[in-house]
Nanobody, 123 residues
């Protein structure tokens, strides 16, 4: 399984970014995909997950109403649209896959990890 994330960068508070993740070696029709983030000095935090097979979408409380996850099964790609970004959203965002979105409550148990992309929210 290979996961290629892109789209991070520097944005001002209140701004927006979209990160993408292209997956290979796995069929997203039958797997959950999403993002886990890790801020400096903090533990990993599950951010969002989508499972097309189960029809499930999950968000951490900290991002509900601001972030939107979507997937394109034809392109085997997932997207995370991040709006109204806050300084506390600053972190490395990792694209991950797992058989279930329930693993996102315990990120250290997630099966497959891609390289991270840095999102910095600062004025």
């Amino acid at each position: 399984v290979q996961l290629q994330a892109s789209g991070g960068g520097l944005v001002q508070p209140g701004g927006s970014l979209r990160v993408s993740c292209e997956a290979s070696g796995i069929n997203l029709k039958y797997s959950a995909i999403g993002w886990v983030r890790q801020a400096p000095g903090k533990e990993r935090e599950g951010v969002s997950c989508v499972n097309s097979f189960g029809g499930m979408i999950w968000y951490a409380d900290s991002v509900k109403g601001r972030f939107t996850i979507s997937g394109n099964n034809e392109k085997n790609t997932a997207y995370l649209q991040m709006n109204n970004l806050k300084p506390e959203d600053t972190a490395v965002y990792y694209c991950v896959t797992d058989p279930s979105c329930s693993s996102f409550y315990y990120p250290d148990t997630i099966a497959n990890w891609g390289q991270g992309t840095l999102v910095t929210v600062s004025s």
